[in-house]
Nanobody
Framework: QVQLVESGGGLVQAGASLRLSCAAS????????MGWFRQAPGKEREFVAT????????YYANSVKGRFTISRDNAKNTVYLQMNSLIHEDTAVYYC????????????????WGQGTQVTVSS
């Protein structure tokens, strides 16, 4: 079992940066692949980025590649999403998720989810 709590969202102008954090409870955090997903109003939840248990492998949605960076600190039980060059289309609720399976972009593979943090980018 793992519980996830996101933080770091907010209202920013286009072009700005934000760093989201996701703090996980439990001793087995380092065994989970982690992911970030987002959901904009009226849209389905979509994949943003994922990272394997060690942090050695990452994968990004095309829409954020080159602008966002996912990382993790297993000593702190935390995963991060550094978001640069934000655009209005990045506006969404961002969710952190954990998977005991191999990392990937399918939300069905992630069994644990946080409550989400709102990111709003004004144009």
């Amino acid at each position: 079992q793992v519980q996830l709590v996101e933080s770091g969202g907010g209202l920013v102008q286009a072009g700005a940066s934000l760093r989201l954090s996701c703090a996980a409870s439990g001793r087995t955090f380092s065994t989970y692949a982690m992911g970030w997903f987002r959901q904009a109003p009226g849209k389905e939840r979509e994949f943003v980025a994922t990272i394997n248990w060690s942090g050695g492998s990452t994968y990004y949605a095309n829409s954020v590649k080159g602008r966002f960076t996912i990382s993790r600190d297993n000593a702190k039980n935390t995963v991060y999403l550094q978001m640069n060059s934000l655009i209005h289309e990045d506006t969404a609720v961002y969710y952190c998720a954990a998977s005991s399976d191999s990392y990937g972009s399918n939300p069905a593979s992630f069994g644990y989810w946080g409550q989400g943090t709102q990111v709003t980018v004004s144009s």
